[in-house]
């Protein structure tokens, strides 16, 4: 349970002052829902309001603060009229002005014949001075709390800097100071001040600490991050394992009828899994590898071990086409080994699914492919002994446990074709044991890339028309249009009638909105050779295998992160044909987009990709997106904070090494943190969480 101290962090922002059902969205918008995401949102930069000149020394364009009499009001005389207010001192006047000013408010606030502090950016206009829309009036005697140094928030439409500043201002007031939960020693040695006058310091940026107290925040943050992996790790190492091993029998089969023999990534890698299965401990790995590099093979062959010991194994894939494209894969080979594979997706309803669960509860099942649906309660193992779960990313670290609670002493192999740099890989998976297939399955020929202004798509459609009149299969992949999934389906469906019109129909067209049957059938009569273009949405973008497909086209390219474009280059170039990759461009190009569109050109090696792009601009493009699945931090920046990565982690395992149920005073005090940055499940892993 969370304590009780951290409840009115907690609480809906609607708890704040001034905050109704009406702001409420906004503040969300902004910020998230809950008062502790206020105390996150952190100002870019500062107004100083110190400058109190009279109205004569009022310079144009300047924020200033002035103490001024209430002379009269002038009420607007139409709608498109500002409410004006008409004030002075000894030395002059000038006027507030109010857009859509309301007169019953304004003169509550503006009582003609009294004296207000007045604070705003002064403007010279028409031989006039003005201030229109006062950012603070207050009555005198509060001049003092008017006149200083204010934060800038970023803000979002209906919401004003003053309402924003007004609301943190109550969020903070209500923040406690918390019993320290970072190390005495290595606090002082950082020179970091409490996490509450932190907090404080980092809201006032022109404080001599912000830095300092952004850094102490940023490291809270990942302490937290690092201390729940530890614990949740810990939890799985705590759980007894089983020692897996095989005859090698349904192994060798399967080897006999694969049309290769595997890589050295693969044979390494495999070898890393056969150990920790056959340890009694429970394995927890993580399989990296780009796109093409084979780690479904692998996979195969691991849960091969787990059948020949006389269990089950289950593989879960994000997506119901990956679902079905592994079982087509698997399938012919599990045929040429006897085994006795089936397949469970959320489409599967009724008999037919009954059938399959009965089946997978009596053991009848020796092979379990699907996606989510095999978390559902109802499905139970006779005895599984080994899941692997694909493309790891797109599920939560919760879900992971529910499905190792479907059999006894589960090992898990998770896969990930995203690339991840080493420093970065602590941020997502703690330390979770990680082989890597870092070698591509020999006779791949490199992706020829051409990155191309859309000014000559008419040139590269003909070329596309060429290349197809030669036999080549091609995906042309549509713009991603920002926050509009309807106009990413307007563009796609434009580009498959001009590109219909030009080449006649053995063109199809796959997105997002399309229901699943549909989409499969798609894709099907494109892998059989039926469509020679595939237009699409980036719903292609993991793991589809064509590998008779060599061209790839990519319009807007500049509008994809550099992982999305890494990984839709990689449907192409998995046959023996030449293949290549078109990025159009469109005007105007940003740096960052033509430095990333040169990365793309000038290599195909993911991991040199990720390191780039993390160079780049910290990893936001490649990593920080919610499509990355790693985990988005609040406080901390890795390109400036990364250093501190390896601190926290390292610190969480001293700690857990020493009071792994965290009870100590600093244990109890690091549940709060915990709790503080929603590491909620984390606690619940403890005995007494
Ligand atoms: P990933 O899932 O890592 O993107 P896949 O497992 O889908 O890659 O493998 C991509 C393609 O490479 C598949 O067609 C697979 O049959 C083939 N492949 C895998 N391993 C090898 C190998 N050692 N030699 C040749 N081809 C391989
Ligand atoms: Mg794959």
């Keep these: 349970m969370r304590p009780d101290l951290l409840n009115p962090l907690f609480a809906p922002v609607t708890s704040l002052p001034g905050v109704g059902p009406r702001l409420q969205p906004l503040y969300g918008k902004l910020a998230g829902g809950k008062v502790v995401d206020l105390l996150w949102h952190l100002p870019s930069g500062v107004i100083d309001r110190r400058f109190a000149p009279t109205v004569a020394e009022a310079p144009d364009g300047k924020v200033a603060t002035l103490v001024l009499r209430v002379e009269a009001h002038f009420p607007s005389s139409s709608p498109k009229r500002p409410y004006r207010v008409r004030m002075a001192d000894d030395t002059g006047f000038l006027h507030l002005v109010f857009f859509h000013g309301r007169e019953d408010w304004l003169r509550q606030q503006l009582p003609e014949g009294e004296w207000r502090v007045v604070s705003g950016t002064v403007e010279h206009f028409n031989n006039e001075i003005q201030i229109t829309h006062p950012d603070h009036i207050a009555p005198v005697e509060r001049k003092a709390e008017v006149m200083v140094v204010e934060p800038v928030y970023p803000l979002t439409a209906g919401l004003t800097g003053r309402m924003v500043g007004?609301?943190?201002?109550?969020?903070?007031?209500?923040?406690?100071?918390?019993?320290?939960?970072?190390?005495?020693?290595?606090?002082?040695?950082?020179?970091?001040?409490?996490?509450?006058?932190?907090?404080?310091?980092?809201?006032?940026?022109?404080?001599?600490?912000?830095?300092?107290?952004?850094?102490?925040?940023?490291?809270?943050?990942?302490?937290?991050?690092?201390?729940?992996?530890?614990?949740?790790?810990?939890?799985?190492?705590?759980?007894?394992?089983?020692?897996?091993?095989?005859?090698?029998?349904?192994?060798?089969?399967?080897?006999?009828?694969?049309?290769?023999?595997?890589?050295?990534?693969?044979?390494?890698?495999?070898?890393?899994?056969?150990?920790?299965?056959?340890?009694?401990?429970?394995?927890?790995?993580?399989?990296?590898?780009?796109?093409?590099?084979?780690?479904?093979?692998?996979?195969?062959?691991?849960?091969?071990?787990?059948?020949?010991?006389?269990?089950?194994a289950a593989m879960m894939a994000p997506t119901e086409i990956l679902a079905r494209q592994h079982f087509a894969t698997i399938a012919p080979l599990a045929d040429a080994a006897g085994l006795r594979l089936a397949l469970l997706t959320g489409r599967d309803k009724g008999k037919a699914r009954d059938k399959v669960l009965a089946a997978l509860s009596a053991g009848d099942i020796d092979i379990l492919i699907g996606t989510h649906a095999l978390f559902q309660e109802d499905v139970a193992f006779r005895d599984l002994a080994l899941a692997v779960i694909d493309e790891q990313h797109r599920f939560g670290v919760h879900q992971r446990l529910e499905l190792a609670a479907k059999g006894v002493a589960v090992d898990m192999l998770v896969m990930t074709a995203t690339p991840i740099p080493r420093t970065l890989l602590l941020t997502a998976y703690g330390d979770m044991d990680a082989s890597r297939l870092d070698e591509k399955p020999p006779g791949r020929k490199p992706v020829d890339t051409r990155v191309i202004s859309l000014d000559r798509l008419d040139e590269m459609a003909a070329a596309v028309g060429r290349a197809v009149a030669s036999g080549a299969r091609v995906y042309w992949v549509c713009p991603l249009v920002e926050e509009s999934e309807t106009s990413d389906l307007a563009a796609a469906e434009e580009r498959h009638r001009h590109l219909s019109q030009m080449f006649g129909d053995r063109i199809g067209l796959v997105h997002g909105r399309m229901k699943g049957p549909a989409k499969d059938k798609v894709m099907e009569r494109f892998a059989a050779g039926e469509l020679d273009i595939l237009v699409a949405t980036t719903v292609i973008e993991v793991g589809v295998d064509v590998p008779a497909a060599t061209v790839m086209v990519i319009e807007h390219a500049e509008r994809f992160g550099l992982a999305q474009l890494h990984q839709l280059r990689g449907r192409v170039g998995r046959g023996d044909k030449d293949s290549r990759c078109l990025l159009l461009y469109g005007q105007p190009l940003g740096e960052v987009a033509k430095a990333r569109l040169e990365i793309m050109r000038a290599t195909e090696d993911g991991f040199r990709i990720a390191e780039e792009d993390l160079r780049l601009r910290g990893g936001g493009e490649m990593l920080g997106t919610r499509q990355s699945g790693l985990p988005e931090f609040r406080m901390a920046d890795l390109a400036r904070d990364g250093d501190l990565l390896a601190v926290a982690r390292d610190d969480s395992r001293l700690v857990l090494d020493r009071d792994p149920e965290l009870n100590s005073p600093r244990g109890k005090a690091l549940r709060v943190l915990l709790y503080l940055f929603e590491r909620d499940a984390a606690v619940r892993t403890l005995r007494s969480g």
């Design 166 to 312: 007004k609301t943190i201002k109550a969020a903070l007031a209500r923040t406690p100071e918390l019993v320290e939960w970072q190390d005495a020693a290595w606090l002082a040695r950082q020179g970091w001040p409490s996490w509450r006058r932190a907090l404080d310091a980092a809201h006032h940026p022109d404080d001599d600490g912000e830095s300092q107290a952004r850094r102490r925040l940023a490291f809270d943050e990942l302490l937290a991050n690092q201390l729940a992996l530890a614990l949740v790790r810990m939890r799985m190492r705590a759980l007894k394992g089983r020692p897996l091993t095989g005859d090698g029998r349904l192994r060798l089969a399967v080897m006999a009828a694969l049309p290769f023999s595997l890589t050295g990534a693969q044979t390494r890698s495999l070898a890393e899994i056969d150990a920790d299965m056959a340890a009694p401990l429970r394995m927890l790995r993580l399989l990296q590898g780009d796109v093409g590099s084979g780690k479904t093979v692998v996979a195969l062959l691991a849960m091969l071990t787990a059948v020949e010991a006389g269990a089950q």
